[in-house]
């Protein structure tokens, strides 16, 4: 198993590269179109050729490379099913594995953060997108979010996974890279310890977030797929600086 931890620091975004050794074949989890460039050329300078590009959930922050990886190297996208997406080749369902290769991901449904998130179990690690970050946890507040919600899927199905597992997040803002189950549920802050229900929609509900500036264009690019809108302010083009660079011109 051929695996890298690659980041995007625009949107503090990690994507994750796992290839097949036996077939040469890989897949990208959470792929960003502003890093397509480095992960073209990260697969290329390992033998690999991209099968699939797989998104936890329908990102607010940045925009996914799924579409344009697609057109230019032929790749299929998978997404989940929940989110209905016309654009995805493969829906990813709950209790069906999904195979490339060796490689095989365990799809766990993870709503709170969004009601059609996903996290991904692979053998000793799990990629928990937004659902669950190193000391923290996706907002609740928009994409049909909903703290009771995302307590539930946290608890119930991820902290119920093996102490020894370890915790791949789909950001992080703190230059760190990696947690495991043990940890998570020993020290994290909104929801490790004895921390309740009432305890974390409380702690949800006082974020004091800003609303998010890319998330008016994001959304709608990534229910395409990943389709950069033509109207994107000055300020936030270099969110999609990859489609005037796109292999295909």
């Known amino acids: 198993m051929i695996f890298r931890q690659l980041y995007e620091p625009l949107s503090s975004t990690y994507t994750y590269l796992i290839g097949c050794e036996e077939t040469g074949h890989a897949i990208l989890i959470d792929p960003v179109i502003a890093s397509m460039e480095r992960d073209l050329a990260e697969m290329k300078r390992l033998?690999?050729?991209?099968?699939?590009?797989?998104?936890?959930?329908?990102?607010?922050?940045?925009?996914?490379?799924?579409?344009?990886?697609?057109s230019a190297v032929g790749s299929k996208i998978a997404a989940p099913a929940y989110d209905h997406l016309p654009c995805t080749d493969v829906g990813i369902e709950e209790g069906k594995p999904f195979q490339v290769g060796s490689i095989t991901l365990q799809p766990l449904h993870t709503p709170g953060h969004t009601d059609g998130h996903f996290a991904y179990l692979f053998n000793d690690r799990v990629f928990t997108g937004d659902a669950l970050l190193i000391d923290g946890c996706g907002r609740t507040d928009f994409q049909?979010?909903?703290?009771?919600?995302?307590?539930?899927?946290?608890?119930?199905?991820?902290?119920?996974?093996?102490d020894e597992i370890l915790v791949y997040p789909g950001h992080d803002y703190n230059n760190r890279f990696v947690s495991s189950i043990a940890q998570e549920k020993k020290r994290n802050p909104r929801l490790g310890g004895e921390k309740t229900l009432e305890d974390f929609k409380e702690i949800m509900a006082n974020l004091g977030l800003p609303y998010p500036k890319f998330i008016d264009y994001a959304v709608p690019g990534n229910r395409q797929c990943g389709v950069c809108p033509p109207d994107l302010p000055?300020?936030?083009e270099n969110y999609c600086r990859q489609m005037a660079k796109s292999p295909q011109g």
């Not at 690999?48 to 990886?69: N, S």
């Not at 995302?150 to 608890?155: A, D, F, G, M, T």
């Open 234 to 236: 000055n300020n936030l």
């Open 144 to 162: 049909n979010g909903a703290a009771d919600a995302l307590y539930s899927s946290v608890r119930e199905k991820l902290f119920t996974l093996p």
């Open 47 to 70: 033998g690999l050729t991209l099968a699939y590009t797989v998104d936890t959930h329908i990102h607010a922050d940045h925009i996914t490379a799924a579409l344009e990886m697609k």
